[in-house]
């Protein structure tokens, strides 16, 4: 069966620091791969997606970066983090054919920025 | 302008009680789904069940069903014989699957908080 795996689940770091949030599919072979973060309280927000390793595409002009070195692996990077970056991130993978496979979310990674 | 729609932020439901979650969307694509997520208070987001629009019946999976009316373009969950645990936020999601390819990427709406009173 396939599994989703996030970390860390919690993280508090200072401003101008940087980040690395990585997350791991297992299971399943060239998945789709999505980085959401959710305000408190508030829907997701879609930042990055990926449909193949080095494939990355934005949603949101941002500090953040994403990468996907390997087919299964999806990483979610900052120089500098600001303030506004503190909330809960998601990561997901979806299967083929896509049309009709949900999202599957990682456990989340739930960040604060001091 | 959003595409996906939730009118209520909080709700209430007394145990064993059906409720219906409102969800409107909006696209001009003639092929697209329809999703309901649960997230409980831990964060995780639990998949609960799919709409397409090209399908004839409402979707049902155990006691979650979705009322799809497409001309009025909403999908309402409903939930039967609410328990306890039902208590989370819900979360409706549309994927359009433009002609030009399909990345899979859910819109997700703003999200109904959903309370089980015993």
């Known amino acids: 069966s396939q599994t989703i795996h996030q970390w860390p689940a919690t993280l508090v770091q200072p401003v101008g620091s940087p980040l690395s949030l990585e997350c791991t599919v297992e299971?399943?072979?060239?998945?789709?791969l999505y980085w959401y973060r959710q305000a408190a309280g508030r829907g997701l927000q879609l930042l990055f997606y990926?449909?193949?390793?080095?494939?990355i595409s934005s949603e949101v002009p941002q500090n953040l970066s994403a990468s996907r070195p390997q087919d299964r692996q999806f990483i979610l990077s900052s120089k500098k983090l600001l303030l506004s970056d503190s909330g809960f991130y998601l990561c997901a993978w979806s299967g083929r054919p896509v049309y009709n496979s949900p999202l599957h979310f990682g456990n989340g990674t739930r960040l604060t920025v001091t | 302008a959003q595409k996906i729609t939730q009118t209520q932020p909080g709700m209430f439901v007394q145990e064993k009680e059906a409720v219906t979650l409102d969800c409107t969307y909006d696209?001009?694509?003639?092929?697209?789904?329809l999703f309901w997520y649960k997230q409980p208070s831990s964060g995780e987001m639990i998949f609960l069940i799919y709409?397409?629009?090209?399908?004839?019946q409402n979707a049902t999976e155990g006691r979650y069903s979705l009322n799809f009316q497409k001309a009025r373009k909403s999908a309402n969950l409903v939930i039967s014989a609410s328990q306890l645990g039902d208590s989370a936020m819900y979360f409706c999601?549309?994927?359009?699957?433009?002609?030009?390819?399909?990345?899979?990427?859910?819109?997700f709406g703003q999200g109904t908080t959903l309370q089980v009173k015993p």
């Open positions: 709409q397409g629009s090209y399908d004839q």
């Open positions: 990926s449909v193949g390793i080095g494939q």
């Open positions: 299971g399943t072979s060239n998945p789709n």
């Open positions: 696209t001009s694509d003639p092929s697209y789904g």
């Open positions: 999601a549309m994927r359009e699957q433009p002609y030009s390819g399909n990345t899979g990427k859910l819109i």
